[in-house]
């Protein structure tokens, strides 16, 4: 009576839509793809640099604990030498390089490019190996 199950129209037997079985695989093989994707995407570092920011006073250090509050720099380092090292993202290196000239911040880049250096050392990292196990001899 006009059901047509492989376009998920209404079936006549129940309230529920109907689907070939070519569609059903379709659908699962497309959630699976996306969870796969979304599990093997990794935050890319390229373009991002670091800076030694030289601090001269409590109000430099507050200045750059706001920027990392509001998601424009991230600290990945503190020394007792008032010296904060800084990962700043592409879109946030104009903003963070205004508020370092306005606060007169003796600044120096220490990587250009992170995405560049991590995808260096993937490549100098050897893979672990496994070892054929032994019998010791006693």
Avoid: W
């Avoid at 606060?103 to 190996?129: C, D, F, M, S, Y």
């Amino acid at each position: 009576s006009g059901i047509n199950a492989e376009y998920g129209e209404v079936c006549a037997r129940c309230p529920n839509y109907c689907f070939d079985m070519s569609t059903l695989f379709r659908f699962a093989f497309l959630c699976l793809a996306l969870i796969v994707g979304i599990s093997n995407s990794y935050r890319s570092y390229d373009g991002y640099k670091i800076f030694g920011v030289t601090l001269k006073s409590n109000a430099d250090h507050g200045k750059i604990v706001d920027l990392e509050s509001e998601d424009f720099l991230e600290i990945i380092s503190e020394s007792r030498s008032n010296l904060l090292e800084v990962l700043i993202s592409p879109k946030n290196l104009a903003r963070c390089q205004q508020v370092f000239r306005s606060q007169n911040l003796l600044v120096e880049v220490i990587n250009h490019n992170v995405g560049a250096h991590v995808r260096k050392e993937k490549i100098r990292t050897p893979r672990r190996t496994r070892c054929r196990r032994r019998k010791l001899l006693l």
